[in-house]
């Protein structure tokens, strides 16, 4: 068993920056990809950057060039840097853990970041 601990959520303000950081209490957090996904008030959740064991990453189109998804995997760490804030991008941030051989999964509660001037 393990988990994921999401922070660095809060207030931010249009055009600024936050860091959220995800702490994995997982046995190989090296193996697994990472991912954060988002969810907007009303909105279903959905995937905004991920990065493989291989340290490959991804980007939805609308964060692509703002946001930076990086990964310690000596201190099982995993964070989101988000600059230059948008409105839409207020909604809970997800921590999200994956490995498919063998497949496990965790997810974290989320924090709520709120983009607002």
């Known amino acids: 068993q393990g988990y994921l601990v999401e922070s660095g959520g809060g207030l931010g303000k249009p055009g600024g920056s936050l860091r959220l950081s995800c702490a994995a209490a997982?046995?190989?957090?090296?193996?697994?990809?990472i991912t954060w996904e988002h969810q907007a008030p009303g909105k279903q959740r959905e995937l905004v950057a991920a990065?493989?064991?291989?340290?490959?990453?991804r980007y939805l189109n609308s964060v692509l060039g703002r946001f930076t998804i990086s990964r310690d995997n000596d201190k099982k760490m995993a964070y989101l840097q988000m600059n230059d804030l948008r409105p839409e991008d207020t909604g809970v941030y997800y921590c999200?853990?994956?490995?498919?051989?063998?497949?496990?999964?965790?997810w974290g509660r989320g924090t709520l970041v709120t983009v607002s001037s």
């Open positions: 997982i046995d190989n957090f090296y193996a697994y990809e």
């Open positions: 990065i493989t064991s291989a340290l490959e990453r």
């Open positions: 999200n853990a994956r490995t498919y051989t063998p497949p496990r999964e965790y």
